[in-house]
């Protein structure tokens, strides 16, 4: 049957007795009608939204009804409530259009009417616009704002409208704000000052006076302008320049991974695992296309960005020499599957309709049960994205720009995402998480030749069923991948579910469904070669990785927030003691946080390392500070730290403008040594908060086995860590610790067992 997916609806042949005979395939033609109806549907649905987002907060109902009532009004009551406007109409419509009095009557009302809603819709979005430019509410504490506070909240409840699609707000999203280089820059000073001795300190205040007097103005006008033409000033920049341009594997370097609920063992094997998770995905997928996810609001009053799930399913990364460019397409029918070493191209539809996860599991069955070998350049192909891009790109253009090959890459390019049945079992116990470890280095890199790395995402289920995603960072950050998985989690549980022998619920409805198809491929000699040198650097790159996660369960942001204290400023400054425990030195710290309060946001940098941070955490290694002193010092940190972060959230961030000013200047071809310094500093610590519960679908405090234990990412800095953390329910942290084995001076279970001290200190502090 899955023939019948590639075959022409129709054939013909020319014999010498019968002349032109045409034989016609009724099952291809009906595919190619259905096909063509979906496509044609799906099309429709997206314009059908594009007209509703438009108009939001207004409804094209409204519209109508106003324009129904103001026309009535005029025509048979004939109350004017234009002030003469009509009349004055009536006057410049030719007459060789409408010659009737009555008719020009009718037509002036209608397009006045028309007119006087459509601007109002208009106004009525900009004060949106104005309004969610006010972030005055962010530095208020909850439920006790300010005057001015409480009448912008009312305002906004008024005008943003009821029912929004996901795309409702994105019209209504204030632009992101160029920080003034004054600003920017006695920012950037404040947090160096505790890593530089005087005399350092000394020549950089220099330097940066220099450059604020200096280029830093004429820098700062191309800026201003871009962002009056741009969507957003730097996100185009960030993605190219960060993200595609980068040279060096993504394995590790880029993509990171996400993890199961690692507390609740599964109840299923590893077919019916993964067919629920398609299904549910695909779930997820559809919602998206047809906008029914609601956009996320922060306290339920602002919208964001909802711009990177544009790209979440369908989503490739493609190599190039200098550059990678992301691809989208607009639908796919596929997965792509890899299993054993072989790449299979599974069909998710039959007939236009989406299989159930019963029929998935038949058919992930029979890849499971293919006992043919895979030959080793099938086996290792994926090595050639988990290598360095210009070899990759060089390949591509090589040996798989034609033939069979051409037409097998484009099976997994064009999937929805790549589903991976691997070969390990990961036995994980809340009492013993060595497993855990070995869990996620499996999902964060598997061999380095299983994974599809350039694809939007993987999801990866062991042979125990246990389920991963690893994903590649281009196209969205860590909180729209987590938005998925717990939307996956949920329908895959509650919606579809199993069965008390572990199979997934439901019935075959065919009695024969498209068979899996095994992609073919031509591997030459000089292919296997090319696949093989990109895989041995994936594999010493990913052989050097020490990955471990600490599982801090005795307390969480519960407790942080009965000592009054942001949870994630709370962990922020524990990290900084277990840095300094470790290293005995400070260092530049980095912490993610979005800026999606705008258009088109995505990230800023909150640098966790200041003057306050620096004294509490010398005060913790000083016998003379009374419990009283640290204490004190601890809630200035924390309240330094909450600063900074609404700071890089509404814009006043330090690290994004930087980056922009030195693009600039790369494009003028000046030279700026203050900048490159600057961009050149390593990370040493860089640390990111996995956000959970963003669809409060799971209540994990009355299902605790459905605790997130989020995720992570490689080590940014050679001779650093990468530390992902996780508030999980009111009682439990989650820390994802990444180094390097190859650097003497690094051991992630050590800086785990800081972090576990540090906690201790920190709850001692209180009690």
Known sequence: MAEAHQGVAFTFTVTEDEGLHFSVSLEAFKAVVKSGYRSWRKQLARLINQVLNGLYPSHPLRGILIIALLTGLRHYKKIDLSFGAVDQIKLVIPKSLISSEDKAEFASTVLLASAGWLTGVVARRYAL???FSY??????????GTLKTKLWTGLVKILMGNNPKL??????????????VNDTINRYLRTVRPLLDDENYKRFEKEADDFKKGIGKRLQRYLILKSFIAPNYVSDWWEEYVYLRGRSPIMVNSNFYALDCIFRPPNCNQASRAANCIVAALMHRRNLENENIRPIMVQNTVPLCARQYERQFNTTRIPGEVTDKIVHYN????????CKGKWYKLYAYYHSKPLNAKELEIQLEKILNDESEASKGEMYLGGLTAGDRVPWAQARNSYFSKGINKTSLAAIEKAAFCVILDDETFEITANDTRDLDKFAHSILHGKGHDRWFDKSFNMIVSKNARVGLNVEHTWADAPVTGHMLECIIYHEYFTIGYDENGHSRGQCRYEELPDPVRLKWDFTPKLEEAIMSNYAIADKLLNDVDLHIYVHDSFG????KKCKCSPDAFAQMALQLAYYKDTGRFHLTYEASMTRLFKEGRTETVRSCSIESREWVLSMLDETKT?????????KACEFHVQQYRDAMTGKGVDRHLFTLYVVSRYLEVDTPFLKEILSEPWRLSTSQTPSNQTNLLDVDKLPEFK???????PVADDGYGVSYVFSGEDTMFFHISSKRSCQTTDSYRFGENIKKTLEAIKDLFD
């Open 129 to 131: 616009q104005a309004l």
């Open 135 to 144: 972030h005055g509410w962010m530095y208020e504490e909850r439920g006790k």
């Open 167 to 180: 795309y409702s707000y994105q019209s209504s999203l204030p632009k992101l704000p160029v920080p003034n």
């Open 331 to 338: 639908d796919s029918k596929h997965v792509a599957v890899y």
């Open 557 to 560: 942001k519960g407790f942080s």
């Open 627 to 635: 419990k009283a002193e640290r204490v004190k010092l601890f809630k």
């Open 708 to 714: 997130s234990c989020g995720g992570g990412f490689g």
